[in-house]
C-alpha cells in the first residue's frame, strides 16, 4: 500500500478515483492549455481521473500545469507512460498523485510505491496479472483493450474476479459500453473529450453507470 506523501495528501487511491465514474481521461500529446482546457471538461463531467502521460520533460511540464489546474479544485492528476526512474522523477517533481505504465515493470511499481504514489501497470497476459498481483497491485490496465477484445475481459472474469480492471487503448464513447459490459471496471478514453459527436455520449455513459 503507498505511503501518503506530499504530492499525494489524502492517501489517493484507484477506488476512490474511481469511485462511482467508470471512466479515466487520458490528456496525451497537447499543449499545457489545451491539456488543462480538456481536464477541465473532464471534471465538469464527473471524472475524477485525468492521467497525462510523461514521455519527455516539455510532457511532464504539461502534466505541472495540469496538476496546478487540478488542485484549484481539488482534483488529483495522474502521470502516464511512467515507464522508468526518470520518468517517475519528472512524475513526482510535476505533483502527479498517481502513475500509470503501459506494461508491468517491478522497479517502476516498487519506486512509484516509495514516492507514495499508486501505480497502475498495464497487463495482457494472464501471467502479467498473477505477477502484478504479488506486487500488491489492486486495480490493473488492461492494455491495448481495443486489441484484446472484449472477450478478454469477459474470460478474465473466471480465474481473477476480484481483479477490476481498466480498459485503456482505442476506447472512445461508441465502443466503452460494450467493454463495460463484459468486465472492465473503467474505460480510459481521450479523443472522445475532443470530439463534439462523442461528448454527449460520454456525458450519458458516465450518468448512466453507477
Known sequence: ???VTDNNPAGTTFDTLFAGVPVMA???????ERSVELASRAWDLGIECVEVPVQSEEAARVLEAVVAAGAERGKPVGAGTVTSAERLSWAVAAGAAFT???GLNAAVV?????????HLPG????TDVQAARGLGLDWLKAFPASVLG?????????PFPEVPFVATGGMDAGNAAAYL?????????????????QLSRLTDLVRERP
Open 1 to 3: 500500500m503507498a505511503t
Open 26 to 32: 487520458i490528456l496525451r500529446g497537447m499543449s499545457a
Open 100 to 102: 500509470v505504465a503501459p
Open 110 to 118: 516498487r519506486a512509484s510505491a516509495t514516492a507514495g504514489l499508486p
Open 123 to 126: 497487463v495482457a497476459t494472464p
Open 150 to 158: 472484449v472477450e478478454w475481459f469477459r474470460a478474465m472474469r473466471g
Open 181 to 197: 459490459d463484459a468486465g472492465a471496471r473503467v474505460v480510459a478514453v481521450g479523443s472522445a473529450l475532443e470530439d463534439p459527436a
